[in-house]
């Protein structure tokens, strides 16, 4: 049993409902990625288990993505530790048997897009205050060919072209308008809506659906597979430089501001 993650399986339903439950704001450290992956993997393990929601148990966020500070003024030793276990979160989630939603109550920048991304069906609460995207490039660092992959697979190349150069932040509107959400409802018929469109997923045989999502997706999950090493040395090599620090050091100044 964890604290920073709360899972309520209902067997009647066959539905587990993941809340993400890290303060202030669902940033993923290292310590979070593995408990989220733990719960992952025993609910997959678990054959009764047939569909995931995901949500978040913080007002006004859904993940405000990977936590910053696990990539500012670390060891190289760590940072590689903290990517693997990035990845790890991505391969678990994105190849997945469950049907899975994206339960969005709240913004949800870079890392917390890309969880989402890994769902089948993404709902949003439909409160302009709130931005999903992938805004890497706004902290002076480059999602990942995995993450543009995942985003290409989801909206197409040219609005991720787009997305991924300017760094944007979409209003639940936009992410609708151009398909990084699929549904917007009231804020607080965010996780009923999931439940509801559940039951639609889990209307379909198992078997048919789970072999689709693979033929859909197993190229993207290879690519990262059959380069985890390399990649996880890019990132690394990145991660560490002057230049990139300072980005980082730079960003981090601006939300403390931000705040005051
Ligand atoms: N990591 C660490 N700390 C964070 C993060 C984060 N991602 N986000 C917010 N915090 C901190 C804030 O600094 C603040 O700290 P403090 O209380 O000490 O001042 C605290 O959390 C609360 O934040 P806010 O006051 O800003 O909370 P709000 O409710 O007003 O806003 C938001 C919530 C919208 C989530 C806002 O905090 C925000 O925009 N955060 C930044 C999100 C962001 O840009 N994340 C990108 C992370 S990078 C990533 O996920 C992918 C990287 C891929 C790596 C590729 C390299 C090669």
New binding site residues.
């Given amino acids: 049993t964890s604290q920073k993650i709360q899972v309520d399986f209902d067997q009647s339903t066959s539905v587990a409902v993941m809340r993400m439950q890290n303060p202030?704001?669902n940033?993923?450290s290292l310590e979070f990625l593995t408990e989220i992956c733990i719960n992952v993997e025993k609910l997959e393990m678990d054959k009764s288990c047939r569909g995931l929601i995901i949500t978040s148990d913080r007002p006004?966020?859904f993940?405000?993505?990977?936590?910053?500070?696990?990539?500012y003024g670390k060891t190289p030793e760590r940072c590689a530790e903290f990517w693997k276990a990035?990845q790890e979160m991505w391969l678990k989630l994105y190849s997945s048997n469950m049907a899975t939603i994206a339960a969005i109550n709240?913004?949800s920048?870079?890392?917390?897009?890309?969880m989402s991304l890994t769902c089948d069906y993404r709902i949003m609460a439909d409160n302009p205050r709130?931005?999903i995207g992938?805004?890497?490039t706004?902290?002076g660092?480059?999602?990942?060919f995995w993450?543009k992959d995942t985003m290409v697979n989801t909206v197409g190349n040219r609005t991720t072209e787009l997305a991924l150069q300017l760094g944007l932040?979409y209003s639940p509107a936009e992410a609708l308008k151009v398909g990084l959400v699929d549904q917007l409802v009231p804020e607080d018929q965010v996780l009923t809506t999931a439940m509801k469109t559940m039951s639609k997923w889990l209307a379909i045989p198992d078997h048919a659906r789970q072999i689709t999502k693979s033929m859909m997706r197993k190229p993207t999950i290879d690519r990262l597979m059959s380069n985890r090493e390399s990649d996880i040395k890019?990132?690394v090599g990145?991660?560490t430089k002057g230049s990139?620090q300072k980005s980082l050091g730079m960003?981090?100044e601006m939300?403390?501001k931000?705040?005051a």
Avoid at 63 to 71: H, K, R
């Fill in positions: 202030p704001v940033s993923l006004k966020v993940s405000a993505g990977l936590d910053i500070l696990e990539m990035v709240g913004s920048p870079a890392g917390g897009c890309l709130y931005t992938l805004n890497e706004l902290l660092i480059v999602a990942p993450f932040l890019n990132f990145f991660i990139v960003y981090l939300l403390k931000r705040k």
